[in-house]
């Protein structure tokens, strides 16, 4: 009998990272996989899905405009749970700390179907921050059958909250696999607003989006970006912008029109790996990117009072500089004009992953139903 296995998600980074395992699942003589989407996202996550060539069995359709977390959450309850009466899968696999994975856990927990957690044990010190993703990982964590942690040191967040280390796999983050699968390769880019930005020129590549963000520590960033390209005539910012209105509505007035700043729509994945790897440094707030940039060697200034994903920090090739217009200005131009200090921080390390994630996950998943043995966890 094969394994009945639900992946389920509903945003551009949980696609980016449940992709490896989708596909390590469609390669398993194992498995019987059924994708299901929330659409908490709608033409973000559908981007995705086309890049890595997926087509979910199950759409839930979820998505509204300026959809509030209740609304996600019900949404996805209500609309999940007769798909997983009548699919009954063997095992539910959510990733991460959306609002989707949250209530896909939920609505499978209630019908006692085992949760499997990807990127489980990310912790900061408050459940306040990141609001309300801190939340949902921490609640993901009580009702998880099998946790795949991505670092050892989100293994020890949660042996330190009393969970079974014999339900705990140490996998590297799936994100590795794929960017990695995506990153090789010299293709030219899709998009044809990037049409001129590989002319030479120094390249800063900038992402915000997240909620604690919103409002005025997303002006603050706006306007040290502002200042940045005066300063900076030589350079090129780069930023692929949210779908999120409340995130563009910030950007766009104070940054369009200026010669060498690029406001772009959310970029296809194999584009942003490629801009990635041409960038000097990234700015950003958001989790995905603090992972990748490092595997490259790339300088990560984070746009956050703290962060569930220290690794690249201790590496020192991440570091938290939060909203504050002056320390962006001056980080950014030490990295752009001082060679000790760029090259004390462009150290290409692998703190989160080596490519094989998804082949650790699908085989501690088969281990689950006796089908398979373990693989050794990863460590750095
Ligand atoms: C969500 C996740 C966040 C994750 C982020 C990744 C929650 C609570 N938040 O935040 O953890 O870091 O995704 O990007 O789960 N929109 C579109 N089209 C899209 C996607 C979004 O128009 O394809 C707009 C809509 O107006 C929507 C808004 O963006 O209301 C916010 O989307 P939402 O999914 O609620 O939250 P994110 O801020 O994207
Ligand atoms: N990404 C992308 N196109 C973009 C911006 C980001 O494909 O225009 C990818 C990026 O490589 C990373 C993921 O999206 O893998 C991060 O998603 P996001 O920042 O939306 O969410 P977070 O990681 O903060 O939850």
Do not use: C
């Given at each position: ?11 551009r ?11 390590a ?20 996550l559908?981007?995705v ?33 007769p798909?997983?009466?009548d ?40 459940i306040w921050?990141p ?20 670092t050892q ?38 998009s ?8 030479g020129?120094?390249?800063v ?10 409002g ?7 306007a040290a ?37 690029r ?20 700015v ?17 200034l ?21 909203t ?25 390390v ?19 139903f ?9 460590t750095?």
């Amino acid at each position: 009998m094969l394994i009945k296995a639900m992946p389920i998600y509903g945003t551009r980074p949980e696609a980016i990272k449940m992709a490896p395992i989708v596909a390590a699942f469609q390669d398993s003589p194992l498995f019987d996989p059924h994708v299901v989407v929330t659409g908490q996202h709608r033409e973000m996550l559908t981007q995705v899905n086309d890049t890595f060539g997926i087509v979910p069995a199950g759409d839930l359709d979820i998505f509204s405009h300026g959809q509030g977390l209740e609304a996600v959450t019900s949404r996805t309850l209500d609309r999940l749970t007769p798909v997983l009466k009548d699919v009954r899968p063997d095992v539910v696999v959510v990733q991460g700390d959306t609002t989707s994975a949250f209530a896909a856990g939920l609505a499978a927990f209630y019908l006692k179907i085992p949760v499997v957690h990807v990127e489980a044990g990310l912790r900061t010190p408050t459940i306040w921050s990141p609001f309300p993703e801190e939340g949902n990982r921490r609640l993901l964590t009580r009702i998880t059958s099998l946790h795949l942690a991505p670092t050892q040191g989100s293994k020890a967040n949660l042996v330190h909250e009393g969970v079974d280390p014999s339900t705990i796999a140490v996998t590297g983050n799936t994100v590795i696999d794929a960017f990695l699968s995506v990153a090789q390769g010299d293709r030219a880019f899709e998009s044809p607003e990037l049409d001129g930005v590989d002319d030479g020129r120094p390249i800063v590549l900038v992402t915000s989006h997240r909620r604690e963000s919103w409002g005025d520590p997303m002006r603050r960033t706006a306007a040290a970006l502002r200042e940045l390209s005066i300063r900076e005539p030589g350079t090129l910012f780069v930023l692929p912008l949210h779908a999120n209105p409340l995130v563009r509505d910030i950007f766009r007035p104070a940054l369009e029109g200026l010669p060498n700043v690029r406001l772009t729509e959310p970029l296809g994945y194999n584009d942003f790996a490629r801009l990635t790897a041409m960038s000097r440094l990234v700015v950003t707030d958001s989790g995905g990117v603090q992972e990748e940039a490092p595997s490259l060697g790339k300088p990560v200034l984070v746009l956050r009072e703290d962060t569930e994903r220290p690794e690249a920090v201790t590496a020192g090739t991440a570091k938290l500089i939060g909203t504050d217009p002056e320390l962006i200005v001056s980080n950014v131009s030490a990295l752009l004009h001082d060679e000790s200090v760029y090259a004390a921080m462009a150290n290409a390390v692998n703190p989160y992953g080596d490519g094989k994630a998804a082949e650790r996950s699908v085989a501690a998943i088969a281990a689950m139903f006796d089908r398979a043995s373990r693989l050794p966890d990863f460590t750095v």
